[in-house]
């Protein structure tokens, strides 16, 4: 069971290339453990529907998947661009207005964000994907910039822009987010990503207007700015305030350079891990399978060290979005998941988990250390918030880890847990023997070729025990 059940997570953009209740219950039966609805595109009639075919696919295949509402926050984009496109070379000086609707071929480029409210003379300004690389020379008015171009090139519609320096004083949740949150709340998403995160501050700010709704998703940080990076202390504050951590490699490296990428993904998947927090590595993992029907060697080599590093997911963009082989990516992805994991263990870190000491930390830190040490084939834990079986997963044992739980709610924010498998059916003292034959039956522990039987240790608790898991049994069956 262990060699074919994949401990780290698969995250998957729903697109263009994937709109049909057909293609996302493909994506999930390939692997797929959570999907990925980027609110910088579409409407939310296409959001409804999209939950909806998510849901059904998840309901038809008996397992929980994982939605992820990723907020566009201050992704700051150029306006609409005549004939979509402007030639630009070094030394040309351009005006950036976000008065300005439309482009007359002039040096004036309208701008969809007020810039000149934030901005300060001598700061970098980068444009297209870091592709045009020019420095802020003036503020020309209460809604114009002028900056100077440094490279040959082009630039095009609705591009985005990148201001590493520049300060955006906490205002990284605009209106746009604030009706999409709206939305989200009512829609009951798992987890929900905040674009551009500066500080944990912005963390605290966001979990504040969710529960103003009502809604008690999880928060996923994506860490994309320079000033979140800056320092291991301003990274694991925000580690710390969140549910979980995206690693945003696309937009860090047009602000923070690609150079500081992979020490930076290392170190966050490495406090992720202390903190027992989720950590998503995202952006170009399969990037050549958006055209090509095989991943590149570099690719396989990306995603086998994210495993490697312990991450709880991989993630797919465009892949799956707007690629030409969506399913065949996550089969691709899959398969070097379980290549790795087969033939190489994670990575040690430094030290323990850190935070406040709870229980069900020392709880899962014995029973993970009892089940590698009697060659068990499960663990299965049995838990009413999924506390202890993030403390398991946080140890990253070396076989599957089942969470049974009465909660719809609790199953879904485990879905992209390192090594866990969710399994909803009401709350029972009756946590033995008779739990392991039920999960057998329901297909979520099968015996493995050449072998007679399972072996499972199973934690659970009395509803009123404290700390929640107090019994640790192991049952053959």
């Given at each position: ?21 057909e293609?996302?219950?493909?994506l999930?039966?390939?692997g ?5 609805l980027?609110?910088?595109?579409g ?7 999209q939950?909806?075919?998510?849901r059904e ?23 609409n ?27 004036v ?7 000149a409210?934030?901005?300060?003379v001598?700061?970098?300004?980068s ?31 609705h591009k ?18 604030m009706?999409?949150?709206?939305f989200?709340?009512s829609?009951?998403?798992d987890y929900?990503?905040?674009?551009f ?9 966001l979990?504040?207007?969710?529960l ?8 996923i940080?994506?860490?994309e ?23 945003a ?11 500081v990428?992979p020490?930076?993904?290392?170190k ?12 998503i ?15 590149t ?6 995603v ?9 997911a ?24 379980l290549?790795?994991?087969n033939?190489?263990?994670?990575s040690?870190i430094n ?16 029973v993970t ?5 009697i060659?068990a084939d499960v ?5 009413a ?30 879905a992209?847990?390192?090594a ?5 059916r ?5 946590y ?10 329901s297909?979520?522990?099968?015996i493995?070729e050449?072998?007679?039987?399972i ?12 700390g929640?898991?107090?019994?640790i049994?192991?049952?053959r069956?």
């Amino acid at each position: 069971m262990s060699k074919l059940f994949k401990r780290t997570k698969i995250l998957a953009t729903i697109g263009p290339a994937t709109f049909s209740a057909e293609k996302i219950e493909e994506l999930i039966m390939a692997g797929v453990n959570g999907c990925r609805l980027n609110f910088s595109h579409g409407d939310y009639i296409e959001r409804d529907q999209q939950i909806a075919w998510i849901r059904e696919a998840a309901a038809k295949k008996g397992r929980s998947v994982a939605i992820l509402q990723d907020l566009q926050g201050p992704k700051i984009r150029l306006g609409n661009i005549k004939d979509n496109r402007y030639d630009v070379h070094v030394g040309d000086e351009l005006i950036l207005d976000h008065a300005v609707t439309e482009h007359d071929g002039s040096n004036v480029i309208p701008i969809q964000y007020n810039l000149a409210e934030k901005v300060k003379v001598g700061e970098p300004l980068s444009m297209f994907d870091g592709k045009i690389k020019s420095t802020v020379i003036d503020i020309v008015s209460k809604t114009a910039i002028k900056i100077k171009i440094e490279n040959e090139g082009f630039i095009m519609s609705h591009k985005g822009l990148n201001l590493p320096d520049t300060d955006f004083g906490g205002d990284i949740i605009t209106e746009k987010d604030m009706a999409d949150i709206e939305f989200g709340a009512s829609r009951d998403f798992d987890y929900v990503a905040l674009s551009f995160v500066q500080s944990a501050d912005d963390i605290d700010k966001l979990r504040q207007i969710l529960l103003s709704h009502g809604s008690t998703a999880q928060i996923i940080a994506k860490i994309e700015t320079k000033k979140a990076i800056e320092t291991d202390e301003a990274m694991e504050a925000i580690v710390e305030a969140a549910d979980g951590i995206m690693v945003a490699r696309g937009d860090m490296a047009v602000e923070a350079g690609a150079e500081v990428v992979p020490i930076v993904q290392r170190k966050l998947i490495a406090m992720c891990r202390e903190h027992g927090k989720i950590c998503i590595v995202a952006t170009q993992m399969m990037g050549s399978m958006v055209d090509n029907p095989a991943p590149t060697r570099a690719e396989v080599s990306d995603v086998a060290n994210a495993v490697i590093q312990g991450a709880d997911a991989v993630m797919l963009s465009d892949e799956t979005a707007n690629g030409k082989y969506p399913v065949e990516t996550v089969k691709a992805m899959k398969k070097v998941i379980l290549y790795t994991q087969n033939h190489s263990h994670v990575s040690p870190i430094n030290h323990e988990v850190t935070g406040e000491f709870k229980n069900y930390d020392a709880i899962a830190g014995g029973v993970t250390q009892l089940a590698e040490k009697i060659g068990a084939d499960v663990i299965v834990c049995q838990t009413a918030s999924g506390a202890t079986s993030a403390a398991i997963a946080a140890q990253r044992p070396s076989l599957p880890l089942i969470s049974v739980t009465s909660n719809a709610r609790v199953a879904g924010q485990l879905a992209l847990t390192y090594a866990n498998s969710s399994f909803v059916r009401p709350y029972s003292e009756n946590y033995g023997y008779d739990l392991a034959v039920e999960l057998k039956n329901s297909g979520y522990l099968q015996i493995e070729e050449g072998k007679k039987d399972i072996l499972a240790v199973i934690i659970s608790g009395h509803k009123d025990a404290v700390g929640g898991s107090d019994t640790i049994k192991i049952v053959r069956i």
